[in-house]
């Protein structure tokens, strides 16, 4: 079951609120993340924003991640992709084709998580859990 999407955090207020001023050049990079939907990984986003220096774009995506608006995704092969977290605590799918970045919630998932928490010795304090997949479009594409 896929829970109802609440507003997303923005992530310009969300780092003004943990204190991090907003420079021109962190604008610049958050409003390229915000356009993007798919996932990306930084290099992407140093090809896309010349005038900004990639130590700033690094800097500024570990922000995003230890505030908690941006996702990592770990990949079978690669550099790790980034996305703007569109819901709290969720999932994700990744389209092994096309690189398309899926977002879901299942509490059934998370119940399941709790139950084997409690035979684990020791407090689990986070987990991740990625799906790769052939997105819809992908397996639609007439070459496949
Ligand atoms: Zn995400
Ligand atoms: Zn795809
Ligand atoms: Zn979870």
């Known amino acids: 079951m896929i829970a109802s999407r609440p507003a997303r955090p923005d992530p310009a207020s969300v780092l003004e609120d943990r204190g991090y001023r907003l ?4 604008r610049s990079v958050i409003r390229l ?4 939907e798919e996932g990306f990984s930084a ?3 140093c090809e896309e924003l010349p005038g900004v220096g990639r130590a700033t774009v690094y800097r500024t995506i570990r922000l995003l991640l230890d505030a908690g608006v941006l996702c990592k ?3 079978p092969d ?9 819901v709290e605590h969720h999932h994700h799918t990744f389209c ?3 690189g398309n970045v899926g977002e879901f919630r299942d509490t059934t998932i998370e119940r399941l998580l709790r139950t084997i928490g409690a035979d684990i010795a020791g407090e689990i304090v986070g987990h991740r859990m990625e799906f790769y997949i ?3 479009a992908c397996l639609e594409a007439p070459e496949r």
């Open 23 to 26: 420079t021109g050049p962190r």
């Open 33 to 36: 993340l915000d356009r993007k």
């Open 43 to 45: 290099e992407d986003i």
């Open 73 to 75: 995704l770990a990949l």
């Open 78 to 86: 690669g550099a790790p992709k980034y996305s703007l977290a569109r």
């Open 96 to 98: 092994v084709t096309c």
């Open 134 to 136: 052939v997105c819809r």
